[in-house]
């Protein structure tokens, strides 16, 4: 059973440009979630997904981000006309169908996105 | 305003040494608290999960306590090694939802030889 995959690892773009994180959860888990990481800073919670719902985005910028779960593919996090402040590490992690009060959330390896 | 703190911020010890990292919060209604190990540019790797009628648990040399009546929790890591320089992560989940989280910024732990 693969863990959380996340693709690109790393993604350098241009300023004005959009980037594109993906994250494919972990075999039968329906629930995602998408963290920001600036250097030296924690992870700050964005967004949870589940499948074709966004149950909470309250993390979320009010602009330029947007998040889907499609029914069948990868979640993505999309940040249009980037600037130089969204350079960060992106993570994302899936949880199964919550099932109690102990429901674990497993994490991907990150996109690191650095825009020049 | 769900908050969680960590103690100390930064930590070096030497290897084979014992340390105690802490972590503070106001999360509620309590729900679950986690202890990650996230390595330099790796995603975390959870160590320890606890839920509310839970006080302690052991994950090899990593033994987290938990206390819910002045909602503390730490983290002890006995005979280190120096794969354990990384980052220690405390999460409180206030629902049963685990991926809605407030986490804390992290203890960076260096172990020197």
């Known amino acids: 059973n693969a863990g959380v995959m996340q693709n690109p690892r790393h993604l350098v773009r241009r300023r004005g440009q959009e980037a594109r994180l993906r994250c494919s959860p972990m075999?039968?888990?329906?629930?995602v979630y998408w963290y920001r990481q600036l250097p030296e800073e924690g992870l700050k919670f964005m967004v949870y997904l589940q499948k074709e719902n966004i149950i909470d985005e309250s993390g979320m910028p009010k602009e330029r981000f947007s998040a889907e779960f499609p029914k069948e593919g990868p979640s993505i996090l999309r940040i249009q006309q980037v600037v130089r402040g969204d350079s960060a590490a992106y993570f994302c992690?899936?949880?199964?169908?919550?099932?109690?009060?102990?429901?674990?959330?497993?994490f991907g390896q990150g996109t690191r996105l650095t825009v020049v | 305003k769900n908050q969680v703190e960590q103690s100390p911020q930064s930590l070096i010890i030497l290897e084979g040494k014992n340390c105690t990292l802490q972590c503070n919060y106001t999360v509620s209604p309590f729900s679950n608290l986690r202890w990650y190990k996230q390595d330099t540019g790796r995603g975390p790797v959870s160590l320890t999960i606890?839920?509310?009628?839970?006080n302690t648990k052991s994950n090899g040399r990593y033994t987290a306590t938990l206390d819910a009546d002045t909602k503390q929790s730490s983290l002890h890591i006995t005979a280190s090694q120096l794969s354990d320089s990384a980052s220690y992560i405390c999460?409180?989940?206030?629902?049963?939802?685990?991926?809605?989280?407030?986490f804390g910024d992290g203890t960076t732990l260096t172990v020197k030889p």
């Open positions: 999460v409180v989940s206030a629902n049963t939802n685990a991926g809605k989280s407030t």
């Open positions: 992690a899936s949880s199964p169908q919550n099932s109690g009060r102990s429901t674990e959330a497993f």
């Open positions: 606890m839920t509310f009628s839970e």
């Open positions: 075999k039968g888990h329906s629930h």
